[in-house]
């Protein structure tokens, strides 16, 4: 015999695996947000500090490099120390 609810409990099943399939991965020190921590993320912070101040990184926590609680500076030389003289990776 079968449940009225059923079509429910499939509803809910395709709702919740479709927001996990859409979910985006944390990187901490992609502060673009395009997957890889590289030379781009540092320069993409620095931007939107001094230049273009509209421009945010879409995850704060992912742009706060060296996980400080704050997005500034510091997050740009710890990304360059990391990708360019051995540093430590962000974590």
């Known amino acids: ?3 009225k609810h059923i079509p429910a409990i499939i ?3 395709i ?3 479709s927001a996990v399939t859409t979910a985006q991965i944390f990187i901490r020190g992609d502060a673009n947000s395009d997957g890889a921590v590289d030379i781009s993320d540092p320069i993409f912070i ?4 001094f230049v273009n101040v509209s421009n945010q990184p879409k995850c704060m926590d992912a ?3 060296n ?3 704050q997005v500034d500076i510091t997050d740009v ?3 360059n120390s990391f990708l360019f003289t051995g540093g430590p990776k962000p974590s």
């Open 46 to 49: 620095k931007d939107s500090l």
């Open 15 to 17: 709702i919740l695996l």
């Open 77 to 79: 030389i710890y990304l």
């Open 67 to 69: 996980d400080d609680g």
């Open 1 to 3: 015999m079968p449940s």
């Open 63 to 65: 742009a706060d490099a």
């Open 11 to 13: 509803l809910v099943s």
